[in-house]
């Protein structure tokens, strides 16, 4: 049951060094949505795999009298399995974690060339509507000074 465990999180981990490279060429919401599903069942295998291994520690330290020495080695082989799968389980989990943080990296930075642009245009273009604004005013200045129409 416990060898079972590698095969999902190999997939898993194909999945997000895809995604990575997903999120470093163009990080749209579709990305992150797959994130947090990957995340998410990170999350439930990590629940689900960590109480075995109180399990497989009660069994070692309380059931010594029960077992043979064959079996007591077995049990410690299975807890230190469970304990290696639960090391990539957390890395996983922070690499996910990670992800999440270059994903919204990356948006911060294209949201930063778009507001750079606009104040280009902004600055271009504000002098010239004010010059527009005081030439394109319709008034006849002959009328102005001397007051009368």
């Known amino acids: 049951m416990v060898e079972n465990y590698v095969p999902i999180l190999e997939n898993i981990s194909s999945q997000m060094e895809l995604i990575e490279t997903k999120v470093l060429k163009d990080g749209d919401r ?25 399990i497989f520690r009660r069994l070692r330290v309380e059931g010594k009298e029960f077992f043979t020495e064959e079996t007591q080695r077995y049990l410690e082989e299975l807890h230190e399995h469970v304990m290696e799968i639960l090391d990539i389980i957390e890395n996983h989990r922070e690499m996910t974690n990670g992800l999440i943080d270059i994903y919204y990296s990356t948006l911060s930075m294209k949201t930063n060339d778009i507001i750079r642009i606009l104040t280009v245009v902004s600055t271009i273009f504000i002098p010239l509507t004010f010059i527009t604004g005081i030439y394109g005013m319709n008034f006849n200045t002959h009328v102005s000074r001397s007051g009368q129409p």
């Open 30 to 54: 579709e990305v992150l949505r797959k994130i947090h599903g990957i995340r998410r069942r990170i999350l439930f295998l990590r629940r689900t795999i960590f109480p075995l291994l109180e």
